[in-house]
Structures are given as C-alpha cells and as structure tokens.
C-alpha cells in the first residue's frame, strides 16, 4: 500500500507540474511606460490608450479551478487585465476591467481579484499551510516571519463596498498602504447588479516584506527583459454569500499558495516610438575605497559613437566604461558627453562623487 500511496503521489505532483507548464508557453509581457506617460492613478483608463492588444489578457485565459464544468461565458464574467512597469521604479501598475452580470460586494464573501507576485522568481511556497515545517513551528510566528514575505498576495475587494480595497495574506497589510500602493475605481454599479467595473492600481514588488513595517524590507529590483513571476485569480460570488468559481491564470489552484506556479511575464523595453534618441546618463560604484578606485558606466539611451569622460581632476577617458583612480580625497563633479548621430549631450552629476 505505501508504494502504490507513493505512486499516486508522484502521478499528483507530475500532473500538476504538467499543469502548470502550460502557460510556459505563453509569451506574457509587461509593458514599460515611458518617465512623462506614467499612469496616473484616477480611475481614467486613457492614460492605457499607448498599451497595445498584445499587452491585454483576458477572461479566455483563465482557469476555473473551484468547479471546472463552468466554462468561460462572457455574458457572466468578462475580465482585461494590463500590466505595466517604469524603469528605474519597481512598481507594477494594473488596469483591471470587468464585466460581470451580478456584482456582489456588500457582504464578507465577496467580489475578489487576486494578485500573487514573485519580484525575483525565487518560487516555493510562501503561506503558513504551505510552509514543509508546520509541525514543529509557530504557526503565529510564521504568519510574521514567512506567510506573504518572499512572495505577495493581495486580494482587491472590486470595489470595496465599504472595507479597505485589499486585503494582504500575512502579516504585512502595510504593502496594501500608500505610497507602497496607490488605488481608484471608477463604476457606478449596484451591489447585486450587472455592469462594468474599472480598478486602477500599483503595487511595490518586495523580495522581504516582513511584518514589522516597511524599516527592513527589500524591494525587488526590476530590471529591462528580466523575467518575475506573477498571475491573478477571480473569485466570482453571485449573492448566495459563497463562492460560485474561482479563476486562474495558471492552471492550478496551489498560484495562489506556492510561485512556483506564478507564471513568468518579462519586463519589456521600451518600444522603438519611445525611445528618446539620445538620453546620457551614467552610474559609479566605488571597488576599492582605499586606494579610491571608482567604475563608471555608461547608461546613455540611444545610438552613441564616441564617450568623453571628464573626472573633474584634470584627467579624462574615451571608453565607455572606465575605471579611474582618484589620487586625491575629495568630491568630484564628474561629467559624461556623448556623441551619437542625433547631435551631442553632456551629463554631470553636480558634487556627485565623494571618494576619500
């Protein structure tokens, strides 16, 4: 019995890795808003305009993993989620447009969209349940410590109907605050009505967001063309105060639990019609503070031919990213004027370096 018991197991765990493989093959994208076209958080979809079709994901690609025999009906639930980022910020900003044909958010059950999150795709589970040690820990002291810290879940009420637009599992609802989010709605629907409802938001990626506030915590680093794990749910309920489905992005209902089942969007650059032609722009890490060793890289957007550094200490460079030694203490303003087909640009950072 043990290993048939084993067997079965392993069937389970093969299937659902098959499941969840699925939307591998899906090329999902996030799409990079230009510094000046930021979305301004006001409900207004118009600022979306810029975001193409290929940007858009919708009810079609969902999951009903609560009660499988009910199939996709746009006349019962109709959803577009967007999802955008700004280089440089390590937000993500939704667009999530529904239609469902009973809205029902008056009660404690009610009208969810749910969004899981894995900034640095490290995967695994990320809730109390789920965590391999629950026998011999504190289920409290992981609710702290564990649940919703690697890898987030917030549940938006849609819309609030008098509670707080989200809720977070774990201990770390701060996330679910401004300015580590930002949230406005824009619907005129009845509870227990059909109509059209619109959720405008951001949220802050974190790789540690602890409960003890925002003091310790790490926020995801999000880089051009790198890959985060991330999906969402529905949680459809139609005024009989219980769940009537559930809808997921991957196919399997533990997204919600474990990223290992997120699926992986990419952080797209930004596409060619915005791309300013000639941007300078540099950054400096200090290697070796004793002997005031600094490297200089080059972050200049667009096509550039020639690169002339000038350290501010009577010397200068023409590589693209040098390293200098200062032979002096002191704060330099170190300067950068490139060259490219679109004319000339000069980038200096007023006192920005202090080497000892």
Known sequence: ???LAIII??????AQSAAALENMDKDFKI???PRDMIPRIDGDKSDWDIV?????????????TSREEVKYDPEDLDITVRVGWVK??????FLYEAYDDCWDYMGDESDIFEIVVDGDMSGGPFTVHTH????????????????????QNYHFNVPPGGKHWAFVWGGNDWISYFPYANWAYDYTVKHLESGRIVLEFYITCYDYAASDGPARAVESKLEESELIGLGWAVLEHDGNNKRDSHWTLAPIGSMTSN???FCPFRLMPL?????PQLDAGWRHTIIDEKRRVVAFVDETIGKVDSWEWDFDDGTTSTEQHPIHTFEKAGIYNVSLMVTGPAGKQRHMKKEGLSVR
């Open 88 to 93: 440089g910020l390590n937000r993500l900003y």
């Open 1 to 3: 019995m043990k290993k």
């Open 271 to 275: 596409e060619d019609k915005y791309v």
């Open 31 to 33: 799409f990079q808003f």
């Open 132 to 151: 391999p040690e629950t026998d011999w820990m504190d289920k409290n002291k992981l609710y702290k410590t564990f649940h919703g810290v690697h890898a």
């Open 52 to 64: 193409g079709e290929e940007y858009e994901y919708g009810t079609k690609l969902l999951h009903n």
């Open 259 to 261: 990223a290992s089942y």
């Open 9 to 14: 197991i392993a069937v389970i765990i093969c």
